[in-house]
Antibody, heavy 120, light 106 residues
Framework: EVQLVESGGGLVQPGGSLRLSCTAS????????IDWVRQTPGKGLEWVAR??????????EYAASVKGRFTISRHDSESSLYLQMNSLKTEDTAVYYC???????????WGQGTLVTVSS | IQLTQSPSSLSASVGDRVTITCRAS??????LAWYQQKPGKAPKLLIY???TLQTGVPSRFGGSGSGTDFTLTISSLQPEDFATYFC?????????FGGGTKVEIK
């Protein structure tokens, strides 16, 4: 069974940093592209970043809103993927999901999400 | 690419036929998926490639469209279908979502 479990969310002050983790099971992480998607009541769902699979050399993509502040990395041997978030802003407050992408142009599996709150 | 989803909410009764539309600001071929989300839960994939039913999803759900105009249809609404529905385009970066349609009990 494919599972994705996020962790690392919490309360952080504006300007601070946080690292989210995504632990995968039930499949070989290196074979798949993984996305981070966030959700807020006001702005809805927003795609944040992508880590492509080993075959695509683990290249990355970022939304303009987080580029230069967020960095995605992975440790396939640990079946884990990370989202390092720096220079956090109040507008980064959201539930963050990691999700497995299917090469036929859709997100197939989602984790349960982890809440990040940026507030003083 | 912007996805405009309509309506943003609707009220319907059990057994009703429900139609939700998603319009893309430019052509996205068939690279559109539909999701159902219930409060406090992750989105659940219903339809991919605009019209392909995900394994395990009831056949009352159907998708159609290509290019810029897409439709999600629930042929006979069931009690467990009251939820919020989203579309997602994966044609190009950045991936974008529709604003969602909340389906409520009439």
């Amino acid at each position: 069974e494919v599972q994705l479990v996020e962790s690392g969310g919490g309360l952080v002050q504006p300007g601070g940093s946080l690292r989210l983790s995504c632990t995968a099971s039930g499949f070989t992480l290196s074979d798949h592209h993984i996305d981070w998607v966030r959700q807020t009541p006001g702005k809805g769902l927003e795609w944040v970043a992508r880590s492509r699979n080993k075959a695509r050399s683990y290249t990355t993509e970022y939304a303009a809103s987080v580029k230069g502040r967020f960095t995605i990395s992975r440790h396939d041997s640990e079946s884990s993927l990370y989202l390092q978030m720096n220079s956090l802003k109040t507008e980064d407050t959201a539930v963050y999901y990691c999700a497995r992408y299917n090469s036929n142009f859709y997100i197939e599996y989602w984790g349960q999400g982890t809440l990040v709150t940026v507030s003083s | 690419i912007q996805l405009t989803q309509s309506p943003s909410s609707l009220s319907a009764s059990v057994g009703d036929r429900v139609t939700i539309t998603c319009r893309a600001s430019q052509g996205i071929s068939s690279s559109l998926a539909w999701y159902q989300q219930k409060p406090g839960k992750a989105p659940k994939l219903l339809i991919y490639s605009a019209s392909t039913l995900q394994t395990g999803v009831p056949s009352r759900f159907g998708g159609s469209g290509s290019g810029t105009d897409f439709t999600l249809t629930i042929s006979s609404l069931q009690p467990e279908d009251f939820a919020t529905y989203f579309c997602l385009q994966c044609y190009t970066y950045p991936l974008t979502f529709g604003g969602g349609t909340k389906v409520e009990i009439k």
